[in-house]
């Protein structure tokens, strides 16, 4: 450290303390690890991971936080139909558990299994806000998503 040239120095981290620390750091990746299904996967390169569990990894990064609202952006998109049903699972789960779950989403099916309350947006624009079995059946949503 330049400002400390010349003089001695002592860490201010306690070495005991650090440790403890970073064991419980660890044993809370574990333990969101376990929970998305990728503990075996603990010694993974993230990078080497498929599409699908890399999406499961930033799920379990975001419980890491302990947040009580959680923010997905495409939570399902581009992955296997098998990972998608996984993770809607554990989305369904943690709203079951008293989080708030919000996400942004274009699969109808996925959005009608898990949203209490659906805000549809066109061009920047709300143009419906309700719950699913109301909005997702109105013509002019279907028109906009689905086409």
């Known amino acids: 450290m330049p400002w400390a040239k010349g003089r001695a120095s002592a860490s201010c981290?306690?070495?005991?303390?650090?440790c403890k620390r970073e064991a419980r750091n660890v044993q809370t990746a574990l333990q969101w690890l376990q929970?998305?299904?990728?503990a075996e996967k603990a010694n993974e390169v993230a990078d080497s991971l498929s599409y699908g569990q890399q999406k499961l990894l930033a799920l379990a990064c975001s419980l890491a936080t302990e947040a009580r609202t959680l923010f997905f952006d495409e939570p399902v998109a581009g992955i296997h139909p098998e990972m998608i049903s996984h993770i809607v699972a554990l989305l369904r789960r943690l709203r079951d558990q008293g989080k708030l779950v919000v996400f942004i989403e274009?699969?109808?099916?996925v959005v009608r299994e898990i949203a209490?309350?659906?805000i549809v947006m066109d061009?920047?624009?709300?143009i419906a806000d309700g719950i699913p079995k109301d909005v997702l059946?109105?013509?002019e949503i279907l028109e906009a998503y689905v086409g």
């Not at 981290?13 to 650090?18: F, K, N, T």
């Open 13 to 18: 981290v306690d070495p005991v303390w650090h």
């Open 35 to 38: 929970f998305v299904g990728l």
């Open 106 to 109: 274009h699969d109808i099916g």
């Open 116 to 118: 209490d309350r659906v």
């Open 123 to 126: 061009h920047g624009q709300i």
């Open 137 to 139: 059946v109105r013509q």
